[in-house]
């Protein structure tokens, strides 16, 4: 079983629509981030949250919001849509762990959401 | 903040030829280093990482990245690519001191191997 896991994996939607995708992770990581990838720009930091009571908004924070409902769950929503949030989004999980563990300072990232926006 | 720059959107190559991939960040505090690789309609995933120690890295699938402090570069290379290293590239740096611990990413490189 996938450790973090995106739903939907692809949707369609229309300008000003509301749309809310889901993150969810067996990892029992603290740390939960939300990316967009958009050809050519890399992955932007759109929201993240250290834990269940911390939330920060990233580089391009403006017109999205989450909600953290448990440490296992991450939700992004997009209150309105428009046209230029059709992108690919990432969820990814970290663990700050011990220095020197495997896995420490490393992310785990979803298999992401395609999102178009007519 | 930091910048990361990917000096090449694509780079072709033929199969069993050598590549390197090349990355340089901005910031001249100490960092950790990562290389993710996203294959076609798939998350991304971890390749290799420097934290500390050797400045050369080993990762998966044979690839190696060389960390050079003075130069605040962090190339990927590979001997002998094959056909199944298509796929997207991204570098990525994280300020060693930082507490927030976000990830700063490059653009992204796309490797394709032809026959």
């Known amino acids: 079983d996938a450790d973090v896991t995106q739903t939907p994996r692809n949707r369609i939607t229309k300008t000003g629509k509301r749309i809310m995708l889901e993150c969810s992770q067996t990892k029992g990581h603290d740390r939960m981030y939300w990316y967009r990838q958009d050809p050519g720009l890399g992955l932007r930091l759109i929201y993240y949250s250290f834990d269940v009571k911390d939330i920060n908004k990233g580089e391009i924070s403006d017109g999205y919001s989450v909600s953290r409902q448990a440490q296992a769950k991450f939700s992004l929503s997009l209150e309105s849509a428009i046209p230029n949030q059709t992108a690919l989004y990432f969820c990814?999980?970290?663990?700050?762990?011990?220095?020197?563990?495997?896995?420490?300072?490393?992310?785990?990232f979803g298999p992401g959401t395609r999102l178009t926006v007519l | 903040a930091q910048s990361v720059t990917q000096l090449d959107s694509q780079v072709p190559v033929f199969e069993e030829a050598p590549v390197e991939l090349r990355c340089n960040y901005s910031?001249?505090?100490?960092?950790?280093l990562f290389w993710y690789v996203q294959y076609p309609n798939q998350g991304l995933q971890l390749l290799l990482k420097y934290l500390s120690g050797s400045t050369l890295v080993k990762g998966i699938n044979g690839f190696e990245a060389e960390f050079n402090k003075s130069q605040t570069s962090f190339h990927l290379r590979k001997p002998s690519v094959h056909i199944s290293d298509t796929a997207e590239y991204f570098c990525?740096?994280?300020?060693?001191?930082?507490?927030?611990?976000?990830?700063?990413f490059g653009r992204g490189t796309q490797l394709t191997v032809w026959p």
């Open positions: 990814a999980t970290s663990d700050p762990g011990l220095a020197g563990g495997s896995s420490y300072n490393e992310q785990f």
């Open positions: 910031s001249s505090v100490s960092v950790y």
């Open positions: 990525a740096v994280r300020d060693r001191g930082s507490t927030l611990g976000r990830l700063y």
